[in-house]
């Protein structure tokens, strides 16, 4: 299997905002699930919003470039949840899902749901490098709290 580094974008609020119109459902619960469709309206949207602003997908995109292979095909095995608790225990601060989705497909990442009605999502990711990844960041965690 050919994997290869991903690059650390350079990436504006223009490209935040590209990405949440082609994936409109994203927002800091992750993917468009079916439990997240039922909350009202401004809650959704409230979501949608504090994911456009959030200040911590610039610090998961350096983790998933410094961390992280590309496969070419998306590959199940860690889902977006697992990765986020990767970052977090590496981070020492919390992550949310939607973050990690977002800052993923910043990387030129390919998503692609779980199953239906999921809110998380498996990735063009090497799942071998991702082991070493979890090592790695449950190793940085020790007894660290989240910052949030």
Not at 30 to 47: F, N, T, V
Request: charged share 25%.
């Amino acid at each position: 299997m050919t994997t290869t580094p991903i690059p650390k974008p350079t990436f504006t609020q223009a490209d935040v905002d590209r990405v949440l119109e082609e994936h409109p459902g994203l927002t800091r619960w992750g993917l468009r699930a079916l439990s997240h469709a039922q909350k009202p309206i401004d809650e959704q949207e409230a979501a949608r919003r504090s994911l456009r602003e959030s200040e911590r997908v610039s610090a998961v995109v350096d983790w998933i470039s410094t961390h992280l292979r590309a496969t070419k095909t998306v590959r199940e095995g860690y889902s977006s949840y697992a990765y986020k608790h990767m970052v977090e225990q590496h981070l020492g601060r919390y992550v949310t899902n939607g973050e990690f989705i977002l800052a993923a497909l910043l990387c030129g990442l390919h998503a692609k749901p779980t199953e239906e009605g999921s809110p998380n999502a498996y990735f063009n990711l090497d799942q071998r490098v991702s082991r070493r990844a979890r090592e790695t960041a449950r190793q940085a965690s020790g007894s660290q709290h989240y910052r949030v």
